[in-house]
Every structure is written in C-alpha cells, then in structure tokens.
C-alpha cells in the first residue's frame, strides 16, 4: 500500500509538472523533475523492498525521512523555487513521520525541511526583494508551525498508544488470574473438599465400623490422585484432564456416572450432541459448570434426581442442570458473593460471559434448581450438526 501510494504521488507531481504555466516557470525544461521522479519511484521500491525484509527498521526510518526531504527539495528547486507549489510536499515527510508517533524524527523532517527550503528559495527568481521576503518568511512560518502541531500529536499519540497498552496488559493479567481462580475453584477445590469430607466420615465412623472407615478412607486417595492431575494440567493448559482425550459428551457421561455411584443420587445425562468437537473453550466451559452444578447439588440440596441436559441450537449449546432438592433463595446468597465466600455461581457467570453467552438460574426455596449455560458455537460446526 505505501508503495502504491508513493508511486501514486510522484506521478501527479510529475503530470503537474507538465502544465503550461510550471513549464513556462521552468523555462520548458522540466525534464530534471521528471527525472527525480523516476529516482524516486525506484527509491520507493528499493525502501519497500528494505521494509519487507525488516532490516535495521528504526535507523532506516531516519534515512527514509531524510531522502524523502532531499527528493522535495531537489523538485522544489527544479520548479521554480520559491514559486513553486511543490513546496506542500515537504508535508509528507513530516506527516509519515508524525503517523508514526517518532516525534524525535518529525521535528527533525520538519527542522530539515525548513532549512532546505530556505536554501533553494532564497534567489528572488523574479520577485521584487521586499514580496520575496515576505513569503519566504510566511512559508518558514507555516513549516514551523505544522511541524509543530505534528510532533504534538506524534508525542499524544505515543502516550495513548503506551497507556492502551498498559490496560490491555493490566486486563490480560487480571484475566489470567480470574481464570486462574475459576479452575481451582471447579477443578481442584472440589475435589479437595469432596476428599476431605469423606476422610472426615470416614473419621467418625472408625470407633464403630473401622473396617468399612479404612475402606473409604483408602478410596479417597483416587480423589487426590486425580487432584494433583488437574493440578498438572492446570499448569499446563487450564484445561481440564477430561476433555484431553474425550469429546464433551463422552467426558460429561462419565462424569455424570462417577457422580451418581460415588453419592448414591440418580443422576442421568441427556446430550442431544454428537461426539465432534464443539471447541476447547466451549467444551471447557459447559464441563466446568456442570462440574460446579453437581457439587453443589451434592453439598446443599439433599436432591434424590439430578439430570444434565446438553442441546445444541439455532448455533447455541444450552447445558442445564435440573435437580428435585430443596432450593433456595437466590438473594441470600449474593452478600456471601460479595464477600469472596460463594463464589461458585459466579464462577459460572464469567465463563459464561468470557464467551458472550449467559448462566440462568430458576429456583425458590422447596421447588429444586435449574441451571442453564447458553454459549455460542461457531456456525460451521452448527451446520454440521443440522445436517447428520
């Protein structure tokens, strides 16, 4: 594109320099403009050719800006001087360097350019001494003060550009770090906390069943096996070691299962997917909330039916998980999410929204619970759906 744009500008001003009242200004000669245009059209190619192979790219910047200024120079000089209009052109070295926020070599293509200028208008070239004067100096004037208004910007400009930067990487961290939270929270800590509740049955009951104790106790240590598996793969890849080797369906029916023989609750899935790949961050997403989902239906609804529903639709997986417990106020729990205590449902809200969809809750004390993950799909795999 800067190659088309710059060939573009050395064709008009070599067009321009072709009219009757620059020819008559130059005395019909003009072909050392058209020379310098074509040096400049091959100097455009070769300064492109440099920029693609990204070779010592800030000390060319200077070299460009300097040959850009000379090139102006030398067509101001060869038509006309101080009459020449040519003189707009020294703009262009100052603007792309401005563009650029350098404003260390915008001042520095604006300082040159006004020197230049004055060099090759000095000579009256027909103008009483008085008016040569004038616009000389008029001309330096507005040199000096577009120069000035471009190394503003250039400067402003590089302050934004360094603050974006700063908040984008200020945004990244702190999103690395709720994402952080969110996996421990429904990865590791579940486990932890399913581990740690057992040991503690098992505690109780070793006075009076202490073979039965030791039993649970010894099948716990599966539990923690698998903890500091999903602490591996969290440092890995924060994604969870069930979805590693099986699609979404498959990881969830075998979670649903472990689910429903560990707690004793009727527990069922019903997936109206097939087994491609719905996306690591959707499948990620949908398996996390179902696993928050059932842990809370585990700990604090006393449910005796849980299901997990997947359904794929108009390009959206809608995962709900329905269970007949006690329920509750949903009110209630927001102080103790305000306080970093219960942080499970919102939990299950950001992900929702990391990936532009939604979490709805439906329940009331004594009417059981329904959570439901929406999450967009991308619409080629939808397609694929709606057509098998």
């Known amino acids: 594109m800067f190659v088309i744009h710059y060939l573009a500008a050395l064709a008009a001003t ?12 130059t005395g019909a000669d003009t072909s050392p403009v058209l020379f310098l245009c074509g040096v400049g059209a091959c100097y455009g190619l070769v300064r492109a050719r440099v920029a693609s192979m990204q070779a010592a790219r800030v000390s060319w910047e200077w070299l460009w800006a300097t040959a850009d200024v000379l090139l102006v120079t030398g067509i101001v000089h060869w038509s006309g001087g101080l009459r020449s209009e040519a003189a707009l052109l020294y703009f262009w070295a100052v603007a792309t360097s401005a563009v650029a926020r350098e404003w260390q070599r915008t001042l520095y293509a604006g300082l040159l350019s006004a020197v230049l200028y004055l060099v090759v208008a000095s000579a009256p070239a027909g103008y009483p001494r008085a008016d040569h004067v004038a616009i000389l100096a008029t001309r330096e004037f507005i040199i000096v003060i577009s120069t000035s208004i471009a190394v503003c910007f250039a400067v402003t400009e590089r302050r934004t550009v360094e603050e974006l930067a700063r908040l984008r990487e200020r945004a990244a961290i702190d999103q690395y770090r709720s994402g952080l939270s969110r996996e421990i929270h429904d990865g590791v800590q579940q486990l932890l906390v399913r581990a740690t509740t057992q040991l503690e049955l098992a505690s109780r ?9 030791a039993r649970a106790a010894v099948e716990e240590r599966h539990t923690l096996r698998r903890a500091g598996d999903e602490l591996r793969y969290l440092a890995r890849r924060l994604r969870s070691r069930d979805l590693e080797a099986e699609d979404l369906a498959r990881a969830l029916r075998a979670r649903v299962g472990e689910f429903a023989d560990r707690t004793g609750i009727d527990a069922r899935l019903q997936a109206g997917i097939s087994g491609a790949s719905l996306g690591a961050p959707v499948e990620h997403a949908a398996f996390r909330f179902v696993q928050e989902a059932l842990a809370n239906a585990e700990r604090h609804s006393g449910a005796q039916h849980v299901t997990v529903e997947l359904i794929l639709c108009d390009g959206e997986l809608r995962c709900s998980v329905v269970d007949d417990g006690c329920g509750f106020d949903p009110q209630e729990v927001a102080p103790r999410q305000e306080a970093g205590e219960a942080i499970g449902l919102l939990s299950m809200s950001e992900r929702a929204a990391a990936l532009g969809g939604s979490m709805q809750l439906e329940t009331s004390p004594g009417s059981g619970a329904r959570l439901t993950l929406t999450v967009p799909v991308s619409e080629a795999y939808a397609m694929g759906e709606r057509g098998r």
């Open 205 to 213: 009951r070793a006075q009076t069943d202490p073979v039965g104790a």
């Open 14 to 25: 070599a067009t321009w320099s072709q009219l009757l009242y620059v020819r008559e200004r």
